[in-house]
């Protein structure tokens, strides 16, 4: 082993670059078992950001369903999910391009259409695909007029037939989600909710039996005034239907029996399922013997645990912190895994504690893993400011470098990220782009500010009606908290996010100045106000509760708009913004970078055609991060390895 190398914090030469960040994000979604055969999609920037289906027969062998450009991707709420699903060897999918269904019977050569061409400007889109057992399709259907606005958004839960033909099953909710039919195919499940709640507020929990009637089975809107969130309905094969409620206070595991009451199975003190922000998520899965697998979070990290028949809970000792997408398949789950030290794989996980298989493997990186910084869980004080919680928590990434190490005295520059949402989470699986700033020298904060998920709903809803305010609180005493412990530079301590984690970074340079000497925007909302009054129907009400009602509080969107605050930024700051965001308009950026450049605060903006919010395409990926790293390095002066040929990002002022 050679001596190592004494190197300014920052200028570390690394393996991880920014063409291994993209080499290594492919990202894998969704899960599916099929007699036998596991399938899964994975996003692909490398061929343009296109979600590719891939099947692996029982001996082993992987191939592409979906040749390019096939592209199963759906735009419903516009984050996707359930793109896709098959039974019997037969896949639908949503094709990106122009949303139509389409359907690939096996040894079929190319895909057919199912679904009729768009007729633009209006356009239709499915998604949250569930196959029947007739050879039918139950999907979300979005409707989009010619308008564009998202009051002329609809949104029903339909049938698809092999022939097209489409049947509307439920209409009249704002929103719907999760179809689901019973195995017995007397029972239709289903979720819906109304505006301004978002899903995680009070989606509730309908069945629909065979004779029409119609059973509200929990979730929703009591007229108590009680509130009651549902996600992930799933059907077990005795035709009883399990889903997880926040009515403890968590989201806790329960089961339904038609003509029955539901019962409270498993609550473990932390949320078992997230978010709905993408469609057809699933934290836990019925096995057909009576137990469930089911993972959930402690201390920064997921277990892996199954629930047997007689309610006993026993945790599989497994190498991985994360798993999503469990999948039943007989006596085991497949589902996707990863760890500080491995990327998400497809994993089969025997429910009886036998060995895991890897069905998927993480790509061979040709790193070592003494390059990977682990995470420590930290829990940090933080103002209370009316939320009855005090302390908030991150996931913090020391500096590691097996060849370099620093000047003696010296202390490293912070990152700290702040996840989007906000109604998110981090999760400690290995990201090349933590690594990619941890093995240069950076420490790493990944933040779990109040308003995030995995630790209850009070945690959750702490961010009500104070975003702006306590996420701020959050992130400034993580960073100060890391200063005064003697691990990070007080002076190059830096914020970045993206989407509404961008928010809370242009935020904190302005409402909570003096903390951080550096910033960089991905895609962040600027004007709070803009975003209430013109961004898509699924957030179109989100910030009533974030905020406050719209426009009726237009004053406090106002107080807390970055927009609003242009003089308060003194603060360098790097903008990275998607030309085709529908999200966060690139109107919103345009507004930060002008007012910087009209206070001559040094400044770079990068804009990329063709990106929507959040970049998929494997040359934006690498010209943001190699962007971002460029500007740090002219802002806090050291040098950049000469060995990755990065190009100075131009700084104006």
């Given at each position: 082993?050679?001596?190592r190398r004494?190197?300014?914090y920052?200028?570390w030469?690394t393996p991880v ?5 993209v080499?290594?994000?492919?990202r894998l979604?969704?899960?599916a078992?099929?007699?036998?055969a596991?399938?899964w999609?994975?996003?692909r920037?490398?061929e343009?950001?296109r979600?590719?289906v891939?099947?692996r027969s029982d001996?082993g062998?992987?191939?592409?369903v979906?040749?390019e450009?096939?592209n199963a991707r759906t ?8 793109a ?5 060897g037969v896949l639908?999918?949503?094709?990106f391009a ?6 690939r ?7 057919v259409?199912v679904t009729?061409?768009p007729q ?5 889109r ?8 007739d ?7 979005e409707t989009?007029?010619?308008?564009g606005?998202?009051a002329d958004v ?6 698809v037939g092999?022939d097209?033909?489409?049947d509307?099953?439920?209409s009249?909710?704002?929103f719907?989600?999760d179809?689901?039919?019973s195995?017995d ?9 109304q505006?301004p709640d978002?899903?995680?507020d009070?989606a509730?929990?309908?069945?629909r039996d065979?004779d029409?009637?119609?059973t509200v ?9 009680r509130v009651e ?6 059907w077990d094969?005795?035709?009883a239907?399990w889903?997880?409620a ?8 329960y089961?339904w ?11 473990v ?7 709905q ?5 699933r934290?836990?899965?019925p096995l057909d013997?009576?137990?469930?697998v089911l993972a959930?979070p ?10 047997e ?5 026993r945790?599989?000792e497994l190498p991985?912190t994360a798993?999503r997408a469990?999948?039943?398949a007989?006596?085991?789950?497949v ?7 491995s ?5 089969r996980v ?11 493997p ?7 893993p003494?390059w ?6 930290v ?7 009316g939320?009855?919680?005090?302390a908030?928590h991150a ?7 097996p060849e370099v190490t620093?000047?003696e ?5 912070l990152?700290v990220?702040v996840?989007g ?5 981090t ?9 990619y700033?941890?093995?240069r020298g950076?420490?790493?904060?990944d933040v779990?500010?109040r308003?995030?998920t995995?630790?209850?709903?009070r945690y959750?809803?702490?961010?009500r009606?104070?975003w702006g305010v306590?996420?701020l609180d959050?992130?400034?005493a993580?960073?100060?908290s ?5 691990r990070?530079?007080?002076?190059r301590m830096?914020?970045r996010g993206g989407s509404?984690?961008g ?9 909570r100045?003096?903390v ?9 909302v600027?004007d709070?106000?803009?975003l ?9 009400r989100?910030l009533d509760?974030?905020v ?7 004053d ?8 609003s605050?242009?003089?308060a930024?003194d603060?360098p ?15 919103q950026?345009?507004?930060?970078v ?9 400044h770079?903006y990068?804009?990329?055609p063709?990106?929507q919010?959040?970049f998929r395409r494997?040359e934006?990926i690498r010209a ?5 790293l460029s500007?740090?390095a002219?802002?806090?002066?050291f040098e ?9 990002i131009?700084?104006?002022r």
């Open positions: 082993m050679p001596a004494t190197l300014p920052g200028s030469p670059t920014s063409e291994l960040v080499r290594a994000a492919a979604e969704d899960v078992v099929d007699a036998g596991v399938w999609s994975e996003s920037p490398g343009g950001g979600s590719a891939v099947r001996d062998t992987a191939a592409d979906l040749p450009p096939w735009r419903v709420h516009e984050y996707g999910g359930g896709w699903a098959v039974s019997g639908w999918f949503a094709h122009d949303q139509r269904l389409y359907r019977d096996p040894g079929a050569a190319e895909p259409a009729p061409e633009l400007p209006a356009g239709v499915y998604g949250d695909l569930h196959p029947t057992r050879g039918g399709l139950l999907a979300v259907r989009h007029a010619a308008g606005a998202a609809g949104n029903d839960l339909v049938r092999a097209g033909a489409v509307v099953l439920v009249g909710p704002d719907v989600s179809p689901r039919s195995p195919g007397r029972h239709l499940a289903w979720l819906q909710w505006h978002m899903p995680w009070a509730a929990l309908v069945v065979a029409g009637g119609e089975v929990a979730g929703g809107r009591a007229p108590d005034g969130s549902v996600v992930q309905p799933t094969g005795e035709s239907l889903f997880c926040d009515r403890t206070g968590t989201w806790a595991l089961r029996r038609p003509g029955g009451q539901a019962e409270l199975v498993l609550d003190g932390a949320d078992i399922a997230g978010p922000w993408r469609l057809g998520a934290r836990f899965a013997d009576g137990r469930v959930f402690r201390q920064g990290a997921d277990r892996l645990a199954v629930r028949p007689d309610g006993r809970v945790e599989l991985y798993f469990l999948t039943a007989g006596g085991s789950v589902c996707v895994a990863g760890s500080p030290t990327e998400p794989v497809v994993l025997p429910a009886d504690g036998a060995p895991a298989e890897v069905l998927r993480a790509r061979d990186l040709g790193v070592d003494a990977f910084s682990r995470p420590d869980h829990t940090f004080p933080t103002p209370e400011r939320t009855g919680i005090g908030a996931l913090v990434y020391p500096p590691t470098n620093a000047p005295g010296t202390l490293p520059p990152l990220v996840h949402g906000p109604t998110s989470a999760t400690a699986v290995l990201n090349p782009e933590v690594q700033w941890t093995s950076f420490c790493v904060a779990d500010y308003g995030s995995g630790y209850g709903r959750r809803e702490a961010l009606g104070r306590v996420d959050d992130v400034v993580c960073a100060q890391l200063a005064d412990a003697g990070v530079d007080r002076t830096a914020i509404a984690g928010y809370t970074t242009l935020a904190a340079l302005c409402l100045p003096g951080f000497s550096a910033g960089a925007s991905h895609y962040g600027a709070l106000a803009a209430a009054a013109d961004t898509h129907k699924f957030e179109s989100y509760s974030l406050a009602p719209w426009p009726e509080g237009a406090v969107y106002a107080e807390r708009s970055p927009i605050h242009v003089d930024f603060t700051l790097a903008v990275f913004q998607g030309a085709e965001d529908r999200v966060v308009p690139p109107e950026a345009e507004a930060i002008a007012a910087l450049r009209a206070k001559g605060v040094p770079a990068l804009l990329f063709g990106e919010h959040g494997a934006t943001a991060l190699d962007g971002e500007f740090y002219q802002v806090w002066g950049l390895p000469e060995d990755e040929g990065i190009q100075p131009p700084i104006m």
